[in-house]
């Protein structure tokens, strides 16, 4: 499956949802913004979110400091 990730064209395996990318690239945990073919998908809806082949998404994570 052809994915673009942050600009960035992936090859990755067949994946159902943005669960299960956020789970590949060990994701899961973090607190994230996810934006999918420049719709942001809310948190819950995660699991349910289909991608496709060509799909564009945007992962912004979020980083404590001082």
């Not at 990318?21 to 913004?33: A, M």
């Amino acid at each position: 499956m052809q994915l673009t990730i942050n600009g960035e064209e992936r090859e990755v395996e067949q994946l159902s949802t943005v669960a299960e990318l956020l789970t590949l690239f060990k994701l899961e945990q973090k607190i994230l913004v996810i934006e999918l073919n420049r719709d942001i998908i809310d948190r819950a809806a995660y699991a349910d979110t289909a991608l496709k082949d060509g799909d564009k998404l945007e992962i912004v994570h979020f980083v404590g400091g001082g």
